[in-house]
């Protein structure tokens, strides 16, 4: 009998140990190469300080959960039987899946927000009903800095709103920066009948133009540059509208400052009157009050 004999029959009884060892060991480099390359693409899509922190910790956390359930299997391997490895491990998915259930699926949203890139850091969205600027988006929960909230304006009303990720499978998302930073505006004056409308139309163009213009040059798409009028009839006077393009994080502090310009330009016409609701009492040139 040669020595690579004695040496098979002496390691035959243990063959099966051997065989899954070496599973486990091709299973570990399958998965810490698979945990490499998700790593790789997830960095590729965040460039934040806070969202690459994200990604790592998303992926030690794939590593305790391999590591817990590599670490049963080999409890019951060496044990029991390895026909119990499938009931105990569906027993543990089911308890986990049950218990931690709204943290996994945030976990999951936490995925598909930044594979898919819906929103990021920095951009305005309103969630639910709920308007702010994104601060952070962790593994479960997204970080608003709200705008509004407490008063009817957009000014940040110094206050975060934590929200869980897994929100965006029940709830509608606007996203104010998808695209780009630039959305649709408009400002109304009521004006009287009385009133020179041309003029008043021009007024407020040239306030927009005004304001707008040192912004408008950074605009990418000429196309949005300038602005326009609609009218709408009302009982005491003519609203006027006037619609442009403007910057959402910059929008209200803007329009502050065009209906600033246009009451401005209107105090110095005689035929631009401003409406407001008020009583006059007109009498007839002829008949005298006694």
């Known amino acids: 009998m040669s020595f690579i004999d004695e040496i098979l029959i002496n390691i035959n009884p243990y063959l ?9 060991i091709l299973v570990f480099i399958v998965f810490s190469i698979v945990i490499k390359v998700i790593k790789n693409i997830l960095l590729k899509k965040v460039t934040r300080k806070k969202q690459i922190s994200n990604v790592v910790t998303f992926l030690s956390l794939l590593k305790f959960i391999f590591a817990f359930f590599l670490f049963i299997v080999i409890v019951i391997a ?5 026909g119990d490895i499938g009931f105990i491990a569906g027993l543990l998915t089911v308890a986990l899946g049950m218990a931690l259930q709204k943290p996994i699926t945030g976990v999951f949203a936490w ?24 601060t952070n988006i962790s593994l479960t929960h997204i970080h608003l800095e709200e705008v509004g909230g407490t008063i009817e304006g957009e000014e940040k009303s110094n206050r975060t709103v934590i929200l869980p990720t897994s929100i965006i499978f029940e709830k ?12 649709l505006d408009e400002v109304t004056v009521t004006i ?7 003029k008043a139309e021009k007024i407020m163009n040239d306030a927009v133009k005004k304001i707008m213009t040192p912004h408008w040059n950074f605009f990418t798409k000429k196309k949005l540059i300038g602005s326009h009028i609609r009218l709408k009839t ?23 400052d065009i ?7 209107i105090r110095k016409t005689d035929d631009v009157e401003v409406a407001y609701p008020h009583t006059q009492i007109i009498l007839p040139e002829n008949k005298l009050v006694k």
Do not use: C, P, W
């Open 234 to 256: 009302k009982d005491s006077g003519i609203d006027i509208t006037v619609r442009y393009h403007t910057m959402a994080m910059k929008r209200n502090a803007l329009a502050t």
């Open 259 to 265: 209906i600033r310009e246009i009451l401005k330009e």
């Open 111 to 134: 995925l598909i927000i930044i594979s898919r890139k819906q929103f990021s850091i920095g951009d305005r969205v309103i969630i639910s009903n709920i308007k702010g600027d994104i």
């Open 172 to 183: 509608e998302i606007i996203n104010y920066n998808e695209k780009d930073d630039i959305i």
């Open 192 to 198: 009287t009948y009385e009133s020179n409308l041309e």
């Open 16 to 24: 099966e140990t051997i065989y899954f060892l070496v599973a486990v």
């Open 78 to 82: 060496y044990y029991g039987s390895l």
